[in-house]
């Protein structure tokens, strides 16, 4: 069974910068990345990367968040620069087996607000 333990989050001013972090366990052949959710919307899709370092970013988050991974840590960071009063959410890491199976973090709460 693979665990997710999600550190970082919090409440920072708009324009400031966080860094959420995410340890797994198990195998590293897998994607891994952070969804987010803000109250009253769906869940989507911020950043996800692959085991070989290939990234994909949602449209919003473009130039301000980075995502990279270590995988003899086997950690993902999520480096959110430039934040925004809309990037106000729970923030999940999840990791993506190549079976498809998919495992999600208890999640993270990251508030930006002057």
């Known amino acids: 069974q693979v665990q997710l333990v999600e550190s970082g989050g919090g409440l920072v001013q708009p324009g400031g910068s966080l860094r959420l972090s995410c340890a797994a366990s198990?195998?590293?052949?897998?994607?891994m990345g952070w969804y987010r959710q803000a109250p009253g919307k769906q869940r989507e899709l911020v950043a996800d990367?692959?085991?070989?370092?290939?990234?994909n970013y949602a449209d919003s988050v473009k130039g301000r968040f980075t995502i990279s991974r270590d995988n003899a840590k086997k950690t993902v960071n999520l480096q959110m620069n430039s934040l925004k009063p809309e990037d106000t959410a729970v923030y999940y890491c999840?990791?993506?087996?190549?079976?498809?199976?998919?495992?999600w973090g208890q999640g993270t709460q990251v508030t930006v607000s002057s």
């Open positions: 999840y990791l993506e087996e190549i079976t498809r199976a998919t495992y």
């Open positions: 198990g195998s590293i052949f897998n994607t």
């Open positions: 990367i692959t085991f070989a370092g290939t990234t």
